[in-house]
């Protein structure tokens, strides 16, 4: 009982992978990037309201939230520092309570779907 011998074959290629994943993870497409683009945008901004609305705390607040902030390397880091931020925000004057609507306007626009849903509508 001879087995046949196999000869070596002319070097074969791999087949082709024609997956959705084999190409977006080389290079994605242009409206992915826009989407992280617009993304990034929209946390430099959130940074940028949250170091303005800082201006108006004490120095011996602020020293810790701004470097916090400043070291906030994705939006949930920010989402965690506004109860820290709202506290220091905290009374009756006006230009804290206008910083305190600026960042609520500015996390909003981040973190659009935080709120629970109401059974109210808007008119």
Known sequence: MNQPVLTPTPMQHAPR???????TSAAS????????????RA????????MLALDEVPESQADWLRNQVRSAEEPVDLWLLRGPVFAALEGADPDRRK???????GLDTVFADHEPESCFTPL
């Open 17 to 23: 992978h024609y997956t959705v994943g084999a190409y």
């Open 29 to 40: 497409l242009p409206g992915d990037r826009q989407a992280r683009m617009a993304a990034r």
């Open 43 to 50: 946390f430099v901004d959130l940074k940028q309201t949250y």
């Open 99 to 105: 910083c305190r609507q600026m960042l609520r306007r």
